[in-house]
Antibody
Framework: EVQLVESGGGLVKPGGSLRLSCAASGFTFSSYSMNWVRQAPGKGLEWVSS????????YYADSVKGRFTISRDNAKNSLYLQMNSLRAEDTAVYYC??????????WGQGTLVTVSS | QSVLTQPPSASGTPGQRVTISCSGS????????VNWYQQLPGTAPKLLIYSNNQRPSGVPDRFSGSKSGTSASLAISGLQSEDEADYYCAAWDDSLNGRWVFGGGTKLTVL
């Protein structure tokens, strides 16, 4: 069974940093691209970042470029999102999602990040 | 402001057929396949339709998808109370070095 478990969310002040993790199991993690997608309270889904299976290709949404860094450790079956210079508008539930060739298919349960003073 | 455009709400009575539209452009729906997600209250999105009209294992055939040009639709037939949820369309966008784009979501109410 595919499982994705996010962690690392919490309350942080504007300008602060946070590192999210996503632990994967039930599939060959090193064979799949992975994504981070967020959802602000009461709002829709917003793609944040993607990383290919070998980390060769990395993409970011304009809203986080230069502040967030996606990475992965295939030996540890883990995906990460380093978030710096956090803003109030980054407040959201952050989901990690596995991607097949054509679609993000399985999603974790999400971790809440709240940016507030 | 979402890249893909969906109606904010839709409704139907049990047993009815409802459709939800999703409009995009040549850089996303016009050149790539469309996926649909169902998000029940308080849960993570679940893949409902991929590659325009394919259902993952376990998704009832009451759910179907279609695409034409730069628009797509999700149809739900034999509406059930448990279908009350938010529905999102998504597609890869070839602009700006590539990115996934989503619709703003449609809240489906079963009356």
């Amino acid at each position: 069974e595919v499982q994705l478990v996010e962690s690392g969310g919490g309350l942080v002040k504007p300008g602060g940093s946070l590192r999210l993790s996503c632990a994967a199991s039930g599939f060959t993690f090193s064979s799949y691209s992975m994504n981070w997608v967020r959802q602000a309270p009461g709002k829709g889904l917003e793609w944040v970042s993607s990383i290919s299976s070998s980390s060769s290709y990395i993409y970011y949404a304009d809203s986080v470029k230069g502040r967030f860094t996606i990475s992965r450790d295939n030996a540890k079956n883990s995906l990460y999102l380093q978030m710096n210079s956090l803003r109030a508008e980054d407040t959201a539930v952050y989901y990690c999602a596995r991607e097949t060739d054509i679609v993000p298919d399985y999603w974790g349960q999400g971790t809440l990040v709240t940016v507030s003073s | 402001q979402s890249v893909l455009t969906q109606p904010p709400s839709a409704s139907g009575t049990p047993g009815q057929r409802v459709t939800i539209s999703c409009s995009g452009s040549s850089s996303n729906i016009g050149s790539n396949t469309v996926n649909w997600y169902q998000q029940l209250p308080g849960t993570a999105p679940k893949l409902l339709i991929y590659s325009n009209n394919q259902r993952p294992s376990g998704v009832p055939d009451r759910f179907s998808g279609s695409k034409s040009g730069t628009s797509a639709s999700l149809a739900i037939s034999g509406l059930q109370s448990e279908d009350e949820a938010d529905y999102y369309c998504a597609a890869w966008d070839d602009s700006l070095n590539g990115r996934w784009v989503f619709g703003g979501g449609t809240k489906l109410t079963v009356l």
